[in-house]
């Protein structure tokens, strides 16, 4: 009886861990000789579980954003966020830890969230105006008091990680001014002033202080 159960034990976890490719695999893994392994590909050493690789650093995986239902059963339920995100407006946030992430880290560890780095509602400056506030307060509250925003340059224009233009802004007075370095297509909340006011910076730097990021969803 043991002797069966140790099978289909074997069984199911083969069957759960096996890939062709690493399409096959949940996020932060890769396929290695048929099997899901995690993907440590650029963190040395590599990470312990149950951190995750966002290279070159080990972070805390995302909060999973499940829903169940009893086979057969169709149920109408008001939206929800995911566990531990923040509902504001018709989306939902989350905040990372206090730390030093690049953008493109930045961008990874929300993409894998199904979100996108931190935009702001452009129908109307009352709108922009009270999402930033609470953006601000939602991620200074947590400890983050400079931390990247999903505005990026292309060709010469501001635009936000969902596509749409920057109408209404919060640069800091002189910026953005394309200082230092290459590539400044990116830009951060420098809270070092208190007003939450917006820098340009290079995409690949880390500054001397944290640097976090905020994700958004729609809800």
Not at 142 to 149: E, H, K, L, P
Not at 170 to 186: A, E, H, K, L, Y
């Amino acid at each position: 009886m043991i002797a069966a159960i140790v099978v289909l034990l074997c069984l199911h976890l083969s069957t759960t861990n096996a890939c062709a490719t690493n399409n096959d695999c949940g996020i932060f893994q890769v396929c290695v000789n048929n099997v899901c392994v995690a993907n440590n590909q650029g963190c040395n050493p590599p990470c312990v579980a149950p951190q995750v690789c966002v290279a070159p650093m080990c972070v805390a995986p995302p909060p999973a954003a499940t829903t169940t239902a009893a086979p057969g059963v169709t149920t109408t339920r008001p939206r929800a966020c995911p566990p531990n995100w923040t509902p504001f407006n018709n989306n939902c946030y989350i905040a990372s830890l206090p730390g030093r992430f690049l953008f493109n880290q930045a961008s990874d560890w929300c993409t894998q969230t199904g979100s996108r780095v931190v935009w702001f509602d452009q129908s109307t400056v009352g709108n922009f105006g009270s999402e930033l506030n609470f953006v601000n307060s939602f991620a200074v509250g947590r400890g983050v008091t400079r931390y990247w925003i999903g505005v990026n340059r292309q060709f010469g224009q501001w635009v936000f990680t969902n596509g749409s233009p920057v109408i209404f802004s919060n640069w800091r007075p002189s910026q953005p001014d394309g200082c230092c370095g290459s590539n400044v297509t990116c830009a951060f909340v420098n809270y070092a002033n208190f007003l939450g006011q917006w820098d340009d910076a290079p995409c690949g730097s880390l500054f001397t202080t944290p640097q976090g990021f905020v994700c958004k969803r729609p809800l």
